[in-house]
């Protein structure tokens, strides 16, 4: 997923595995909202990283069958996390670390050898986000025995809305943040709003695909070709479906939905590749716009998204 604008200024740069864009109306405040987005990036790696051992989810999911009090900001992104998995009935579920690690998924993207020829580990479904005990006005937390947290489902789409969020209050101008397809703003729109293309993946360059306009809130596209990865002579994703421990049915290529905030719009859109089939009916009921690519290469349009910038369903 790429912006394109002739007005606001940016900057890019790798983050948290994937590309950063910062994008910004005034081009006197692209330093500040970049120091801003750095801010804000160092503090939610620091706390819910699943590949640093210093970090607070690692130091949790350590010490896992204990309680332990846990800092403001991992405390927020955990109850993001545990919302969105109430929200899709299980479908994003944060207990899904051991899943992922079975899969290879085991070192930051970047440092993943896609072509290694090891085994899959016996793979088993996710614990069940109901069984995280959490006090969310003490701040304590206690994993399951046996269970690993991972808040990649919703992580850098949450840091999406804080950084564009506190830089659009901080600087008084148009903000908008892009990680890896995430997309997040705050602030006043230009004219003709955010022009955002919309891709079948994260590659950079995005292959050419249609372009809406959003005027805030957000927009994430989820998809299983781009951050990939071989083991046993299985073709690997970072997408995991909680009740399996496993890859989701192969049904969707990418799914793309607009929401009020890039978290609502990522939970959808990594719901909808977990649900497969189910994915029409459930996005339906909850009247967000979406953009669903089959593996095929078949689009579907929903709650009003259409290719022309124009609306419709079908």
């Not at 995280?132 to 206690?142: A, C, I, M, Y």
């Not at 249609?210 to 997408?239: N, Q």
Request: with cysteine; glycine share 12%; hydrophobic share 45%.
């Amino acid at each position: 997923m790429t912006v394109t604008t002739s007005e606001p200024v940016k900057v890019c740069f790798p983050a948290l595995g994937t590309t950063a864009t910062l994008l910004v109306t005034d081009p006197n405040a692209l330093a500040a909202a970049r120091a801003v987005l750095d801010e804000e990036l160092a503090a939610v790696a620091a706390a819910c990283s699943r590949f640093r051992p210093d970090s607070e989810l690692s130091r949790a999911n350590a010490v896992a069958g204990s309680t332990v009090r846990i800092g403001a900001v991992f405390a927020e992104a955990l109850e993001v996390a545990l919302r969105a998995a109430e929200f899709t009935d299980g479908a994003v579920d944060p207990t899904v670390g051991a899943s992922v690690v079975a899969l290879g998924y085991d070192r930051t993207f970047t440092a993943l050898r896609p072509q290694d020829v090891g085994s899959v580990r016996p793979v088993r479904p996710a614990a069940d986000w109901r069984a995280v005990q959490w006090d969310g006005e003490s701040r304590l937390l206690r994993v399951p025995q046996g269970t690993a947290l991972d808040l990649g489902a919703t992580a850098k789409a949450w840091v999406a809305d804080r950084a564009a969020r506190r830089a659009a209050a901080t600087l008084g101008c148009g903000v908008l943040v892009n990680l890896g397809g995430d997309v997040a703003t705050g602030g006043q729109a230009p004219p003709g709003g955010w022009r955002i293309a919309i891709a079948d993946d994260h590659a950079e360059p995005a292959p050419a695909g249609p372009t809406v306009s959003i005027t805030g809130g957000g927009l994430a596209t989820s998809g299983t070709t781009a951050r990939t990865w071989r083991r046993g002579g299985r073709v690997l994703h970072h997408i995991v479906d909680p009740a399996t421990g496993d890859l989701p049915t192969a049904v969707w290529r990418t799914v793309s939905v607009a929401a009020g905030t890039c978290t609502d719009a990522n939970t959808a859109s990594t719901a909808a590749i977990v649900l497969g089939e189910r994915a029409v009916s459930w996005l339906r009921g909850t009247g967000l716009p979406a953009r669903l690519v089959t593996v095929d290469g078949t689009v579907v349009h929903l709650g009003g998204w259409s290719d022309d910038g124009t609306g419709g369903d079908r």
